[in-house]
């Protein structure tokens, strides 16, 4: 009982943190957009180099599940992996059975432009976990990089996941920190420190950004069926139960997006999240330290 007690004050601390960080009482408002131009200093010839001299350059497969995304949040997310400083990727898109027009013409357009898209077209609408299947199916890669069909990730984010892996060759999982994206705006910073599997059981604190060893993800069966709204949450959990070495670099390598359709603005956004969240925690009763 003081476990659950515990955790959960621990979870909604958190969660108040990301909304009303206490930097905000003596930095003002405007605190975290000075943050990022004192913190994200990058030389592109220098991490461009150092790049091409990385000693292990892995394939890293992006898979982008898509579903009647706006037009513009769609080229948003294409165009920020289109961006990245480490460029062996390949992006490996399954559309849901999108019924908006604009999606397919979209999808084939960069596929056409970049031969390091892939795009597959699912004959029927099967949510979040099995559009994710279909894509994790495309890939080719040593690892999997997670994203939301409406996200955006950082210039540098793919540059800074292939450091770790360089640095730690065992590494199964890697997350980040991450941000929210409002109006053209990077809000709302979570800035993780150290975690555990108890507090990974009572909410998903690896989140944005994630990085799968690919050969973890076949062996867990990758996304679960019947698990669509805490897909990603429950993905964790099964792999750190097969004893995935775990990684977290201290950087925003993602923008979540809050949008009318996005849980990054609240889970409310999502009836059946709830129910979900419920039936997973009790699942995951089952994970121990």
Same mark, same amino acid.
């Given at each position: 009982?003081?476990?659950?007690?515990?955790?959960t004050?621990?979870?909604?601390?958190i969660? &108040?943190?990301?909304?009303?960080h206490?930097?905000?009482?003596?930095?003002?408002?405007?605190?975290?957009?000075?943050?990022?131009? @004192? =913190?994200?200093?990058?030389?592109?010839n220098?991490?461009?180099?150092?790049?091409? #001299?990385?000693?292990?350059?892995?394939?890293?497969?992006?898979?982008?599940?898509?579903?009647?995304?706006?037009?513009?949040?769609?080229?948003?997310?294409?165009?920020?992996?289109?961006?990245?400083?480490?460029?062996?990727?390949?992006?490996?898109?399954?559309?849901?059975?999108? /019924?908006?027009?604009?999606?397919k013409?979209?999808l084939?357009?960069?596929?056409?432009? @970049?031969?390091?898209?892939?795009?597959?077209?699912r004959?029927?609408?099967? =949510?979040?976990?099995?559009?994710?299947?279909?894509?994790?199916?495309?890939?080719?890669g040593?690892?999997?990089?997670?994203?939301?069909?409406?996200?955006?990730?950082?210039?540098?984010?793919?540059?800074?996941?292939?450091?770790?892996? /360089?640095?730690?060759?065992?590494?199964?999982?890697? &997350?980040? /920190?991450?941000?929210?994206?409002?109006?053209?705006?990077?809000?709302?910073?979570?800035?993780?420190? /150290?975690w555990?599997?108890q507090?990974?059981?009572?909410?998903?604190?690896?989140? #944005?950004?994630?990085?799968y060893?690919?050969?973890?993800?076949?062996?867990?069966?990758?996304?679960?069926?019947?698990?669509?709204?805490?897909?990603?949450?429950?993905?964790?959990?099964?792999?750190?139960? @097969? @004893?995935?070495?775990?990684? =977290?670099?201290?950087?925003?390598?993602? =923008?979540?997006?809050?949008?009318?359709?996005?849980?990054?603005?609240?889970?409310k956004?999502k009836?059946?999240?709830?129910?979900?969240?419920?039936?997973?925690?009790?699942?995951?009763?089952?994970y121990?330290m």
């Amino acid at each position: 009982m003081f476990s659950l007690l515990y955790y959960t004050f621990i979870k909604y601390m958190i969660r &108040f943190q990301i909304k009303f960080h206490p930097f905000r009482l003596w930095r003002g408002k405007n605190w975290y957009q000075k943050w990022i131009g @004192n =913190h994200e200093k990058y030389d592109i010839n220098v991490v461009m180099n150092e790049c091409k #001299h990385f000693r292990h350059k892995p394939l890293m497969s992006i898979i982008l599940p898509v579903y009647n995304v706006q037009e513009d949040y769609l080229k948003e997310c294409i165009e920020s992996v289109e961006r990245q400083y480490y460029t062996n990727w390949q992006l490996c898109i399954a559309d849901d059975c999108s /019924n908006m027009p604009h999606i397919k013409k979209i999808l084939d357009e960069y596929q056409t432009q @970049n031969s390091k898209i892939l795009v597959t077209y699912r004959s029927e609408n099967g =949510h979040i976990s099995a559009c994710s299947n279909t894509a994790l199916e495309m890939a080719t890669g040593e690892y999997i990089v997670l994203l939301d069909n409406d996200d955006i990730l950082s210039d540098f984010a793919l540059y800074e996941v292939v450091k770790v892996i /360089n640095e730690h060759s065992d590494v199964d999982l890697i &997350f980040s /920190n991450e941000d929210k994206w409002l109006d053209n705006k990077r809000v709302q910073p979570f800035f993780k420190k /150290n975690w555990g599997i108890q507090l990974l059981m009572h909410m998903n604190y690896i989140c #944005h950004l994630s990085v799968y060893r690919t050969s973890l993800l076949k062996q867990i069966k990758g996304f679960r069926i019947g698990y669509e709204g805490v897909q990603d949450w429950d993905l964790a959990l099964r792999a750190i139960q @097969n @004893n995935a070495n775990v990684r =977290h670099i201290p950087k925003i390598l993602y =923008h979540w997006r809050i949008s009318p359709t996005s849980t990054a603005g609240g889970e409310k956004k999502k009836n059946y999240i709830k129910e979900k969240q419920k039936m997973l925690i009790e699942d995951s009763k089952k994970y121990t330290m």
